[in-house]
């Protein structure tokens, strides 16, 4: 066998994926605990969407009483990913995804690992390290399948690395990020932006020339163009409706030393921190748009800490000091986020927090991925260091070395992948029509009552629309005395009635006797159009001005800046075929 093919590689990282995560295929139809029902409902409305009404998926009316969809940062639907969910169906589909991520992100760095002249053996160790660490399974534990897009750091540090040999690989460095953003990965699409942005400023310094830095700038900008079809409707989006936040997570030397070495990982037990942590939010009171500011009592699972590397890897990680002076650049951007994980404590993340996009983000403990990221191929760089000594029998050494770390890491997430989908799904009840209510359980509920064919009032969402529609009822069943139905007049002279409604389209028949005001239950956005009328917004609400002249009344959301979005798009991809065939042709 040879190891140094990639493909060998390839079929190795398949067989040690399906080892791990075959447990969640045992129970296909079984459901996740924690935030599984917001991330299966974020795949679930476009999934509808596009199969059942055969529309871009733009819209929610399910989330929060009326939200963007497309412009929602963790929109999920442009991954090409997504196919799974279209053929297979949600929960099917994700656990698919989650199989072959992990095969992805170890296949990276297993590629990544060759272009940085790791040796054939060695070149094994940083996948092992990076993918089967703690930190990726216990957040698919708790359903953040945002972090499952991090696999493509690797892919977007490759291409960055070759293109100084061939500068327009820079493109696939920069799709490998917008596919980042694409899988709704706003963590991991931040993460890996800052971390090039770190590694290019010291490779500059170490080169003592400015290309790195230029080459970084250019792929950011060249991401923002091929990524325009969402980036900028998400720009507008979180411009309006995201707020600074007052973050104080917990982080101390022992959170760090223990999600890092300690072989209990237990996300159920004791180990759970407190924070006072303020939510803004905006919602209509009687009539009027009010910014409410909620302090509430974080809890910080153990999720949020775990990234076990074992011992073995870090001593590995100390072998590497030793080559400090050829590869200090790894040393200086792994010591950045080493404090950066300290979040207030340190000066540089109180800086990193006064800037756009990063002073909405939180939980600093985060950064640990990124640590074992850097820790991983130091690791490989040592293993490499020694496989090329002219120690006896190095290779066997190494292979010892490697497979120790893979049975290590394995024995502590494996647990995770038998428990991850431990939730029997109740019978599904469809309802006659679209309606909104209350949740009983914000955090549980949203995707079955959207399969029952609900809206969520309450939803479990931190970026939404302003509050403004209202619940046919509330969480205790009792009726809303204020509901007026999903469509009615405002002066309630006529009789109007639902043609047509899907998740992106209103078609209302209409006999109306005297000039009036039609109200649609569920938040405005001005993304919203009629045919021959204008939108407007009253009191929060969708709403449209109609005359007894109006037999039709069609309004569909289609808001401009998707198609400025997808214009830029087109045009940059467009560009950048050219630019590859000039090169390859």
């Known amino acids: 066998m040879n190891l140094n093919n990639k493909w060998t590689a390839l079929i190795i990282f398949a067989i040690i994926s399906l080892a791990v995560f075959f447990p969640i295929f045992s129970n296909i139809s079984y459901w996740g605990q924690g935030d599984w029902d917001q991330h299966f409902f974020y795949n679930e409305v476009p999934r509808q969407t596009i199969l059942d009404f055969h529309e871009i998926p733009l819209w929610d009316p399910a989330q929060c009483g009326g939200n963007v969809l497309l412009?929602?940062?963790?929109?999920?639907?442009?991954?090409?990913?997504?196919?799974?969910?279209?053929?297979?169906?949600?929960?099917?589909?994700?656990?698919?995804?989650?199989?072959?991520?992990?095969?992805?992100?170890?296949?990276?760095?297993?590629?990544?690992?060759?272009?940085l002249k790791i040796k054939t053996i060695s070149c094994y160790i940083p996948p092992i390290i990076f993918m089967l660490s703690s930190w990726f399974m216990l957040h698919l534990f708790v359903g953040h399948t945002l972090y499952l897009t991090m696999v493509y750091l690797p892919f977007a540090l490759l291409f960055f690395l070759k293109s100084f040999e061939k500068p327009k690989l820079i493109i696939f460095s920069a799709i490998a990020l917008v596919l980042m953003f694409f899988g709704g990965g706003t963590y991991p699409f931040v993460f890996a932006i800052?971390?090039?942005?770190?590694?290019?400023?010291?490779?500059?310094?170490?080169?003592?020339?400015?290309?790195?830095?230029?080459?970084?700038?250019?792929?950011?900008?060249?991401?923002?163009?091929?990524?325009?079809?969402?980036?900028?409707p998400s720009y507008f989006f979180i411009g309006e409706n995201s707020y600074p936040l007052d973050d104080s997570q917990p982080v101390s030397f022992s959170t760090?030393?223990?999600?890092?070495?300690?072989?209990?990982?237990?996300?159920?037990?004791?180990?759970?921190?407190?924070?006072?942590?303020?939510?803004?939010?905006?919602?209509?009171?009687?009539?009027?748009?009010?910014?409410?500011?909620?302090?509430?009592?974080?809890?910080?699972?153990?999720?949020?800490?775990?990234?076990?590397?074992?011992?073995?890897?870090?001593?590995?990680?100390?072998?590497?000091?030793?080559?400090?002076?050829?590869?200090?650049?790894?040393?200086?951007?792994?010591?950045?986020?080493?404090?950066?994980?300290f979040g207030q404590k340190g000066i540089l993340y109180s800086i990193l927090n006064k800037f756009p996009v990063f002073s909405s983000l939180h939980g600093s403990s985060r950064f640990i991925i990124i640590?074992?990221?850097?820790?991983?191929?130091?690791?490989?760089?040592?293993?490499?260091?020694?496989?090329?000594?002219?120690?006896?029998?190095?290779?066997?050494?190494?292979?010892?070395?490697?497979f120790i770390i893979l049975i290590d890491l394995a024995t502590i997430i494996f647990p995770y992948s038998a428990a991850m989908f431990s939730i029997e799904p109740d019978p599904i009840v469809h309802s006659d029509s679209f309606y909104h209510a209350y949740l009983a359980d914000q955090y549980t509920d949203q995707y079955e009552n959207?399969?029952?064919?609900?809206?969520?009032?309450?939803?479990?969402?931190?970026?939404?629309l302003p509050y403004a529609a209202s619940p046919l009822f509330y969480k205790n069943g009792t009726f809303y005395e204020k509901y007026k139905g999903e469509f009615y007049l405002l002066g309630n002279k006529g009789i109007i009635a639902p043609e047509y409604f899907s998740l992106n389209k209103i078609k209302i028949r209409a006999d109306i006797k005297q000039d009036d005001l039609l109200i649609i239950n569920q938040n405005y956005e001005k993304g919203w159009k009629a045919k021959g009328k204008e939108v407007i917004n009253y009191k929060g609400l969708i709403a449209v001005g109609v005359t007894p002249n109006d037999k039709e009344i069609y309004l569909h959301y289609f808001p401009n800046s998707f198609i400025a979005g997808f214009l830029v798009s087109i045009i940059t991809i467009v560009v950048c075929i050219y630019l590859l065939r000039k090169r390859f042709t």
């Open 256 to 341: 760090l030393a223990t999600g890092l070495f300690s072989r209990d990982q237990d996300i159920k037990d004791s180990r759970e921190f407190y924070s006072e942590f303020i939510v803004p939010h905006r919602e209509y009171q009687q009539g009027s748009l009010k910014e409410i500011f909620l302090e509430i009592t974080t809890v910080w699972n153990w999720h949020e800490y775990s990234g076990y590397i074992g011992i073995i890897s870090f001593i590995l990680f100390l072998v590497s000091l030793l080559l400090i002076k050829r590869d200090w650049e790894w040393f200086a951007v792994t010591a950045v986020f080493f404090i950066l994980y």
């Open 71 to 115: 412009a929602h940062p963790e929109s999920v639907w442009l991954s090409p990913f997504f196919i799974f969910v279209l053929i297979f169906g949600t929960v099917l589909g994700l656990k698919i995804q989650i199989l072959l991520h992990m095969i992805l992100g170890m296949f990276g760095m297993f590629l990544l690992s060759k272009h």
């Open 450 to 464: 959207f399969l029952e064919g609900k809206g969520s009032i309450n939803c479990y969402e931190r970026m939404h």
């Open 194 to 232: 800052l971390f090039m942005a770190i590694f290019s400023l010291f490779s500059s310094i170490k080169d003592k020339e400015l290309v790195p830095i230029k080459r970084i700038a250019i792929i950011i900008v060249l991401t923002l163009l091929l990524g325009a079809v969402k980036f900028i």
């Open 371 to 402: 640590i074992v990221f850097c820790i991983s191929i130091l690791a490989g760089k040592a293993a490499s260091f020694i496989e090329e000594s002219k120690l006896k029998q190095r290779k066997i050494i190494m292979i010892v070395a490697a």
